[in-house]
């Protein structure tokens, strides 16, 4: 097969390895492209604190001269010492439709992991839980959330071929703002604070501090704590989110739950959609790429709900009821006409339980998949 892999060994090779997905996607109206300055933050070493733990390498794929995938391959220690395991991971992968070059991509992880002593492959996973996570394998004629993968629908078709396996799903729902809030709903909020003593923070654009974002992550930590692919985040890592977040959370939408003691006991991510904006940008915020962002911030027709988390001492409490009294409220209020999900593992039965008073539907599927590794470590500069 005419198909060269080479590693990615420099700043421009990395930009390009980034760019590369514009020329997949120039004409599709569902890819949602990152900010190139976010997957310089993440992949290069020395901004990303994962790497403290972490071994990661880039490949582009060639063929007949131009560039036709890219794949990177991760070995998070800390992961695996977390859970037991000798995993690597495949993430920012992205081919065209030929067989031969998402063999050569996934074959080049394989080895570059076999060499690291690592007997098994999953992906697409990032350096945490917070990255865009889970292949596409239902909703191909949806946009793209700002925070997810898009792919095309012989993505998942290769990989099976490829002898990769289900390992877990994530499923997304979408949810249609009620002209008032379900009584239901209402009852079961004024109920819960009652009981419990729960109240809402109440703060302004400008008024989360980033000791205050870290007391939600570290609530996040503890909350999502044996999930599936988390590990305990380094107070670095903490940090690193912390100020690429917390500039942008509104406080129309992200709604933060406090104790009788001051305490948080659940908070909601939730933003304006920036799919429209990103699309428009082109993943530069300059010239006017701000702008496109700045107007989709303002006046938001679709929310994305990015990440929910309750301290497990109140997760059978009621707080996820009051935080989705509050989000509905905040939506109305807005004129926001529809309500995302990010990824939600199929498993969360709970989660899924809550679009039950609303008109919600289950719009998209993700999967890991995962392949065992043989232990013979072979080369991995180039497969041609």
Not at 189 to 205: A, L, S, Y
Request: glycine content about 6%; hydrophobic content about 40%; overall charge positive.
């Amino acid at each position: 097969m005419n198909v060269e892999i080479r590693r990615v060994a420099s700043p421009r090779q990395l930009k390009r390895f980034i760019r590369f997905p514009y020329s997949l996607y120039r004409d599709d109206p569902y890819w949602v492209p990152p900010l190139d300055a976010d997957e310089l933050a993440r992949l290069r070493r020395d901004r990303n604190p994962a790497f403290a733990f972490c071994e990661a390498e880039y490949w582009i794929a060639w063929r007949n001269g131009t560039a036709a995938g890219r794949i990177a391959g991760i070995v998070n220690h800390e992961f695996n010492r977390t859970w037991g395991e000798k995993t690597a991971r495949f993430g920012w992968f992205d081919c065209i439709e030929v067989l031969d070059v998402a063999e050569a991509l996934l074959r080049t992880v394989e080895e570059w992991a076999r060499s690291r002593e690592m007997d098994g492959l999953c992906g697409p996973l990032g350096f945490t839980d917070l990255d865009r996570e889970g292949m596409l394998i239902e909703g191909f004629d949806r946009a793209g959330t700002y925070a997810t993968i898009y792919n095309r629908p012989y993505y998942p078709r290769f990989m099976e071929q490829l002898g990769y396996t289900r390992d877990i799903d994530w499923i997304e729902f979408l949810v249609t703002t009620p002209a008032e809030i379900p009584a239901k709903v209402a009852r079961v909020q004024e109920i819960v604070r009652r009981r419990n003593g729960f109240r809402v923070h109440q703060w302004r654009r400008g008024d989360l501090t980033e000791e205050f974002a870290l007391r939600m992550l570290e609530l996040m930590d503890r909350a999502y704590r044996g999930l599936y692919g988390t590990y305990p985040l380094s107070e670095a890592q903490k940090r690193f989110y912390a100020r690429t977040y917390r500039p942008v959370l509104d406080p129309r939408f992200t709604t933060v739950i406090l104790d009788g003691n001051d305490e948080i006991a659940g908070f909601a991510v939730v933003m304006p959609s920036l799919s429209r904006a990103a699309r428009k940008a082109r993943g530069r915020l300059l010239p006017l790429g701000w702008f496109h962002f700045h107007r989709a911030l303002r006046k938001p027709e679709l929310l994305d709900m990015c990440l929910v988390a309750v301290d497990p001492r109140y997760q059978d409490r009621g707080v996820i009821s009051l935080i989705m009294y509050e989000i509905t409220k905040g939506a109305i209020a807005a004129g926001v006409r529809y309500s995302e999900t990010n990824v939600e593992l199929e498993t969360n039965v709970k989660v899924h339980g809550l679009w039950n008073e609303f008109d919600a539907v289950r719009h998209k599927r993700r999967r890991a998949y995962r392949k065992a590794l043989a232990s013979v470590p072979t080369g991995t500069e180039s497969i041609a």
